[in-house]
């Protein structure tokens, strides 16, 4: 289908909530497609600016600010790019492990980064939505394959309407520390019990997946985050190396 404002072939467009046209993912936004109703967006997008400085401090404010909210585009999107993360993760090696435990791993891995981002973004007001991209499901399809030496996971992304440049930076700097957190939550957790390998699997597959979004480049975290704040990103990268490595001795 062709983006409704620059006529580029989009494999999966996105639907203007406002006019109902469909557009790329550059001119998604009402605003870059000088969309028919823009002046109810602008005056949405004010309504909801005003909610959230309102009395920031109580519960009913920081309740009516998350405002979780999916489409079945997503719900699906989601789903086959978790099935080929997995799938990635159980071809480390070779598909002769496969159980709940190194399943939950991947899952959550990849889930919970994507899913932190969603929801840090519908906190500061925006719309936010996976969607997976054809090329990156492919990549990430064929490095699947046990014979491939270099995995790259990058199926999709969350697509958000920030223009503020430090709210965008931190929604996608959430991402990767969620890996961090669970990457040393598993460090912590073999060393309680040091014969459960699967804590050590837990912690490498994050820190791997920390270190990959943080390279500075393309679509990834790691170039916005770098754009951002240099030393944010830099912080980030060297704790995302010490995870991987120190998982990697233990093994």
Request: hydrophobic share 50%; glycine share 6%; with cysteine.
């Amino acid at each position: 289908m062709k983006c409704h404002w620059c006529g580029i072939n989009e494999n999966i467009p996105f639907v203007c909530n406002y006019c109902g046209e469909s557009f790329c993912d550059l001119h998604r936004i009402p605003m870059n497609h000088s969309c028919v109703n823009l002046k109810q967006y602008m005056q949405n997008r004010q309504r909801r600016m005003q909610a959230g400085d309102e009395d920031q401090h109580s519960l009913h404010s920081f309740s009516s600010r998350i405002r979780i909210k999916s489409s079945k585009t997503e719900l699906l999107h989601l789903g086959i790019a978790t099935l080929l993360v997995t799938a990635v993760g159980l071809s480390l090696n070779s598909y002769r492990y496969i159980s709940w435990q190194f399943i939950t791993i991947f899952v959550s891995a990849f889930l919970v980064h994507e899913l932190a981002h969603k929801f840090l973004a519908q906190f500061y007001g925006s719309w936010a939505e996976f969607r997976g991209q054809l090329y990156g499901l492919l990549i990430t399809a064929i490095s699947a394959i046990p014979i491939i030496p270099f995995k790259f996971i990058a199926p999709g992304a969350v697509m958000v309407g920030l223009t503020d440049r430090n709210r965008f930076g931190r929604v996608a700097l959430i991402g990767p520390l969620t890996n961090l957190v669970m990457g040393f939550a598993f460090l912590l957790l073999y060393n309680l019990n040091q014969s459960s390998y699967f804590f050590v699997a837990g912690a490498s597959f994050n820190g791997w997946i920390a270190m990959f979004n943080l390279l500075p480049f393309g679509v990834l975290d790691g170039q916005k985050i770098f754009e951002w704040n240099k030393v944010v990103w830099i912080s980030t990268m060297a704790l995302a190396m010490l995870l991987f490595i120190l998982s990697q001795r233990i093994r």
